[in-house]
């Protein structure tokens, strides 16, 4: 549901994309790509009760610490839509704290080994056409 809202909000049907999200929100409340996408729809509101639900999620224990952080990200930018400035700058630092514990640092050895790897690799032919 949540790439067809995407697709749709895409092709200027926004109020259908909000809708195909919506529907993932009620399948998985605590899905929090769903929130971040629904929130980032600028001409679609997020209503009070969606709102309030993103905040009884965020005081509950029983959602994944990756969701815990969208949805702070987007009760952040639902907050400073509505004017509550120092509610979504707590919620935004939090959620920016968050992400930056979850994502690993860059490892150079790392990557120069997989650059190197993909070039073996996608150097040699793997197919080659014949004309009939």
């Known amino acids: 549901m949540l790439k067809l809202g995407d697709a749709l909000v895409s092709c200027g049907r926004a109020e259908e ?3 195909a999200m919506r529907k993932a929100i009620a399948l998985e409340p605590a899905f929090g790509a769903a929130w971040l996408n629904l929130v ?3 001409t679609v509101p997020l ?3 969606e709102v309030d639900q ?3 999620l965020l005081n ?3 959602i994944d610490e990756s969701e815990r952080t969208a949805i ?3 009760l952040g930018k639902a907050c400073e839509d ?3 400035y120092e509610e979504a700058f707590a919620l935004l630092a939090d959620a920016n704290d968050r992400r930056k514990h979850e994502i690993r640092a860059w490892n150079i ?3 120069q080994y997989r650059s190197l790897h993909a070039e073996a690799v996608f150097a040699r032919p793997f197919a080659v056409a014949e004309d009939a």
Do not use: L, N, P, Y
Request: hydrophobic share 35%.
């Open 109 to 111: 050895d790392q990557f």
């Open 82 to 84: 509505r004017g509550f």
């Open 54 to 56: 993103m905040r009884t």
């Open 60 to 62: 509950g224990q029983s």
């Open 17 to 19: 994309g909000a809708a």
């Open 72 to 74: 702070k990200f987007a």
């Open 47 to 49: 209503s009070e009760q």
């Open 40 to 42: 980032d729809i600028k």
